[in-house]
């Protein structure tokens, strides 16, 4: 090789180096701004959920998730947490510019609450449906997730949901003037919850639609109707107008998308395309183990966010 020849091999080496080297940097700030940027859906962390990869401090979870792109935050147990540990979260919310999901205000599941006619019991679950307004307050959220409670054997179903639809009214009353929403949650019986009162979601829309209130509402949680139902997509179509709130968990095993049978790239794409803009709470555990397996989790959201 003559000397032209040899500098013109090296110009075009160094130029396709150079090439692939742009190539693999435009890339990784392509995930880089992918992440910055978040995700098109509010899919909300939950504490625990990511703790392989950062452990279970308040402030460091919050931090890795929004350095994942989640934008929004969920705590079934935060009226279990301390007044301090409270403060912490919404202070590192407000500093990270993250979203503050549902909690749980009542929840019980071995007794029977909503369903019942026990006045000491339906008094009570009443309290603590009011007591957890200041929390949503302080949370600066509007949505409170009240758990109905067991079915009651001794009574027949019509009663029933009679006196769930009741007690659902003054739920409705306390929270209407505050601009808060309850969100009550199908569950179902065969794995998971046997003997929940609300396990299907055309009795949750029945129950809204006889409540009547934008204070009253379904969370209709993924994984809960594909095991109980099926026909996730009719079935979100026909409840539509009452649905407020999302959770996902893929069936069976209840981990994150992908690791079962449920679609989650057509229901997302659906429920987005529907105008969805709300809450998509990341309700299951991780199957693959380490931060590995938490940063597995993270790209399989990746997989399934809709697009624009």
């Known amino acids: 090789m003559n000397r032209k020849?040899?500098?013109?091999?090296?110009?075009?080496?160094?130029?396709?180096?150079?090439?692939?080297?742009?190539?693999?940097?435009?890339?990784?700030?392509?995930?880089?701004?992918?992440?910055?940027?978040?995700?098109?859906?509010?899919?909300?962390?939950?504490?625990?959920?990511?703790?392989?990869?950062?452990?279970?401090?308040?402030?460091?979870?919050?931090?890795?998730?929004?350095?994942?792109?989640?934008?929004?935050?969920?705590?079934?147990?935060?009226?279990?947490?301390?007044?301090?540990?409270?403060?912490?979260?919404?202070?590192?919310?407000?500093?990270?510019?993250?979203?503050?999901?549902?909690?749980?205000?009542?929840?019980?599941?071995?007794?029977?609450?909503?369903?019942?006619?026990?006045?000491?019991?339906?008094?009570?679950?009443?309290?603590?449906?009011?007591?957890?307004?200041?929390?949503?307050?302080?949370?600066?959220t509007k949505y409170i997730h009240n758990v109905l409670g067991l079915a009651d054997p001794k009574l027949p179903w019509d009663f029933q949901m009679a006196n769930a639809i009741e007690l659902l009214k003054r739920i409705a009353e306390v929270y209407e003037p505050h601009g808060l929403v309850m969100v009550m949650e199908p569950m179902n019986h065969k794995i998971n919850h046997p003997g929940m009162f609300l396990h299907r979601v055309s009795q949750a829309y029945a129950m809204a639609k006889a409540v009547d209130s934008p204070s009253v509402k379904i969370l209709f949680d993924v994984y809960h109707v594909q095991i109980e139902e099926g026909n996730i997509i009719p079935n979100l179509d026909y409840a539509w107008d009452e649905i407020a709130y999302m959770q996902i968990g893929d069936t069976p095993g209840r981990k994150e998308p992908g690791t079962g049978e449920i679609n989650y790239k057509n229901v997302l794409q659906h429920v987005h395309d529907k105008g969805y803009r709300g809450f998509l709470g990341m309700e299951h555990g991780i199957s693959g183990s380490g931060k590995e397996g938490d940063l597995a989790a993270i790209a399989a959201y990746r997989a399934i966010d809709p697009t624009q």
């Not at 890339?27 to 392989?52: C, H, R, V, W, Y």
Request: glycine share 10%.
């Open 5 to 140: 020849e040899f500098i013109q091999n090296g110009l075009l080496g160094c130029i396709g180096w150079l090439a692939g080297s742009r190539k693999l940097n435009a890339q990784k700030l392509d995930l880089e701004t992918k992440s910055a940027n978040g995700f098109n859906m509010k899919f909300s962390g939950e504490f625990n959920i990511f703790k392989q990869a950062v452990g279970t401090g308040i402030v460091e979870q919050l931090e890795w998730g929004y350095d994942q792109g989640i934008r929004a935050w969920e705590s079934t147990w935060l009226l279990k947490r301390t007044e301090d540990e409270r403060r912490l979260i919404k202070k590192t919310l407000d500093r990270l510019g993250m979203e503050f999901g549902q909690f749980v205000g009542t929840m019980s599941f071995d007794e029977v609450t909503f369903a019942g006619r026990n006045t000491s019991v339906r008094d009570r679950v009443l309290a603590e449906a009011k007591a957890a307004v200041e929390v949503a307050k302080q949370m600066e």
